[in-house]
């Protein structure tokens, strides 16, 4: 499986984006698909997770009422829809695969596949 993650860009405090990850591959819907972002000298961290079906989701804290994680499985296509985005948000925004069919994952070891990330900049 291939992702490519776009959408990225700079917005303004306040502010929209949405992103895009599009899977190759004809098992897309098998797959749980996450997002995952990383600020300049920190950790990756978790944002959001949606089940292959997409009806079930996760969301960290820091992002839930404000992010929404869709797919469109017809398009191997996830999307997040960043709203309301604060400069704290600003970070590196990768997507990637879980293949495994278990829960949905928080951690970034139990995804098989990665995206090269796309960079989003939240300005004050």
């Known amino acids: 499986v291939q992702l490519q993650a776009f959408g990225g860009g700079l917005v303004q405090a306040g502010g929209s984006l949405r992103l895009s990850c599009l899977a190759s591959g004809r098992t897309f819907s098998t797959y749980d698909m996450g997002w995952f972002r990383q600020a300049p000298g920190k950790e990756r961290d978790f944002v959001a997770v949606i089940s292959g079906s997409g009806y079930s989701t996760l969301y960290a804290d820091s992002v839930k009422g404000r992010f929404t994680i869709s797919r469109d499985n017809a398009r191997n296509t996830v999307y997040l829809q960043m709203n309301r985005l604060k400069p704290e948000d600003t970070a590196v925004y990768y997507c990637?695969?879980?293949?495994?069919?278990?829960?949905?994952?928080?951690?970034?070891?139990?995804?098989?596949?990665w995206g090269q990330g796309t960079e989003v900049t939240v300005s004050s």
């Open positions: 990637a695969a879980d293949s495994r069919g278990y829960t949905l994952a928080r951690r970034g070891d139990e995804y098989n596949y």
